[in-house]
């Protein structure tokens, strides 16, 4: 009997440019994705949601500031509200904090360079949605690609939120206390700024990022919303 696939919702804005990218990494990994125009009221029947990278209305106001308006993201906070995990990468990221979602702010990169490489990120939490398939400790190489990825946690941040943290030394954009990823404090919701859907294959000089999105979809196929 072959097993069922999750479907895994990923949101499209005007500028968003690593959708297709998110999309195939979540079908490789066994996930029947699909792409959901920003503006939908509604989302379909699906058991996972991921906002994915890039320029949402091209950064022009601030990043994620524009999008968190689009008639999508009410049902993706709705979504959230109800325990569905919800993974926010890179831009998406940007649009979680702006929406609410997350904690904290995203800000132009310390060198007010953009910043594109490989980095090591350590695992800090096994037990989120996201991070089931990775070891405690565990050092993943994932790239990141941005222009403000400098995270501000707000006061009284909990350390049991931070899922992710760069690798001693490589910070790459100046991140507060090395965060890397955050989640919200029911720990369904997950913004990252590095790029996972982009190092799913070896070939691609690592498959880090795979753990974190297989650990997505397992999440999703045992998900409530699997015969919602």
Known sequence: MTARRPRIAVLVFPGSNDDHDAAWALSALGAEPELVWHAEPQLPRVEAVVL?????????????????????MAAVASFA??????????????????????????????SLSFVCRDVPVIVE???????????P????????KHGDGCYQAPPGLSDDQVVLRYGPQANPNGSEDDIAGVVN???????????????????????????ILASLVDAASESSYAHA
């Open 52 to 72: 994915p990278g890039g320029f949402s209305y091209g950064d022009y106001l601030r990043a994620g500031a524009i999008a968190r308006f689009a008639p999508a």
């Open 125 to 135: 939490r096994t037990d989120t949605p996201f991070t089931t398939r990775c070891q």
């Open 185 to 211: 404090a029911a720990g369904n919701v997950l913004g990252l700024m590095p790029h996972p859907e982009h190092a799913v294959d070896t070939l691609l000089g690592s498959a880090d990022g795979g753990l």
């Open 81 to 110: 509200e109800a325990g569905g995990p919800v993974l926010g990468i890179c831009n998406g990221f940007q649009i979680l904090c702006e929406a609410g979602l997350l904690p904290g702010v995203l800000r132009p990169n310390a």
């Open 137 to 144: 400790g565990q050092t993943l190489v994932i790239p990141v």
